[in-house]
């Protein structure tokens, strides 16, 4: 019932930026959490960045000061400004949201996004 998509995905360059965005859509009744996460090729998924209903930020600490998250409640959507890319930037990037569906339970569920290819070479 619940669908997260990523776009804003691509290739650039060292130092150059990219937006991503991922929209959620389907039953939902409150998202409590809205975030990105990747995986670099050989590596495990990591945190780059989340964002609770509090709007208490939280980056990977080799993100801090680059990227920024944001959110747009209307929407049900995320952004993630992503600047001063470097190759080590290099992975998919995967939308994740905590979620409740149901208005007369307060259980949440995770849900994650297809993914999007960043790639940032020269």
């Known amino acids: 019932q619940v669908q997260l998509v990523e776009s804003g995905g691509g290739l650039v360059q060292p130092a150059e930026s990219l937006r991503l965005s991922c929209a959620a859509s389907?039953?939902?009744?409150?998202?409590?959490?809205m975030g990105w996460y990747r995986r670099a090729p050989g590596n495990r998924r990591e945190l780059v960045a989340i964002?609770?209903?509090?709007?208490?930020?939280n980056y990977g600490d080799s993100v801090k000061g680059r990227f920024t998250i944001s959110r747009d409640n209307t929407k049900n959507t995320v952004y993630l400004q992503m600047n001063s890319l470097k190759p080590e930037d290099t992975g998919v990037y995967y939308c994740?949201?905590?979620?409740?569906?149901?208005?007369?339970?307060?259980?949440?569920?995770?849900?994650w996004g297809q993914g999007t290819q960043v790639t940032v070479s020269s």
């Open positions: 994740y949201a905590r979620i409740r569906t149901d208005r007369r339970s307060l259980r949440a569920d995770d849900y």
């Open positions: 389907g039953s939902i009744f409150s998202v409590n959490v």
């Open positions: 964002i609770p209903s509090s709007n208490n930020t």
